[in-house]
T-cell receptor, first 116, second 111 residues
Framework: GAVVSQHPSRVICKSGTSVKIECRSL??????MFWYRQFPKKSLMLMAT?????????EQGVEKDKFLINHASLTLSTLTVTSAHPEDSSFYIC????????????FGPGTRLTVT | DAKTTQPPSMDCAEGRAANLPCNHS???????VYWYRQIHSQGPQYIIH???NNETNEMASLIITEDRKSSTLILPHATLRDTAVYYC????????????FGSGTRLQVQP
């Protein structure tokens, strides 16, 4: 399967600051990447769909000005949590879909964000 | 996408087969059954998928009933490393939209 990396794997930041999470598709070009959030003992919730070269599509209830997504190239998408609050503490996971029609989504290892 | 129902948790003895059920009674003809798993603090991992025939790969077997209203994921010889949350997902095979995860089944493999 495809290799997807995320950086950082863990980050701690103070309330009010911003933090950027990178998602890279290492072995194929991804026109579409997805960002999920997962709270403890809960399932993954889709936040947004990131399309290369265009604006991201956000799910209902996800603030686009708070969770900035940039899909600048076919191998990199970034999620920036702006003015972070403790309730933004969560596990953030990205996923990629390749150029060809593919039934498989490949997931990154996740980023644990803790806002103090 | 059709709704799926899975038991919240299951236990399995190490070395024995783990059989994880999934109900998807509203599945439509063009929807596939996918299984993913998520080991603690990791991203989900694809396991297997199928339409109506039984499928097997190096990780698991997928048994789909003839009416396609339910399926079973079989891990033939469970190990401690198979302890994870297993998600059964039903969707059409276009790959365009993101996978939608339910609550899954938390499988605990006991030594």
């Amino acid at each position: 399967g495809a290799v997807v990396s995320q950086h950082p794997s863990r980050v701690i930041c103070k309330s009010g600051t911003s933090v950027k999470i990178e998602c890279r598709s290492l072995d194929f070009q991804a026109t579409t990447m997805f960002w999920y959030r997962q709270f403890p003992k809960k399932s993954l919730m889709l936040m947004a769909t990131s399309n290369e070269g265009s604006k991201a599509t956000y799910e209902q209830g996800v603030e686009k000005d708070k969770f900035l997504i940039n899909h600048a190239s076919l191998t990199l998408s970034t999620l920036t949590v702006t003015s972070a609050h403790p309730e933004d503490s969560s596990f953030y996971i990205c996923s990629v879909r390749g150029l060809a029609v593919s039934y498989e989504q490949y997931f990154g290892p996740g980023t644990r964000l803790t806002v103090t | 996408d059709a709704k799926t129902t899975q038991p919240p948790s299951m236990d399995c003895a190490e070395g024995r087969a783990a059989n994880l059920p999934c109900n998807h009674s509203t599945i439509s003809g063009n929807e596939y059954v996918y299984w993913y798993r998520q080991i603690h603090s990791q991203g989900p991992q694809y396991i297997i998928h199928g339409l109506k025939n039984n499928e097997t790969n190096e990780m698991a077997s997928l048994i789909i009933t003839e009416d396609r209203k339910s399926s079973t994921l079989i891990l033939p010889h469970a190990t401690l490393r198979d302890t994870a949350v297993y998600y059964c997902i039903v969707r059409v095979d276009t790959g365009r939209r993101a996978l939608t995860f339910g609550s899954g089944t938390r499988l605990q493999v006991q030594p």
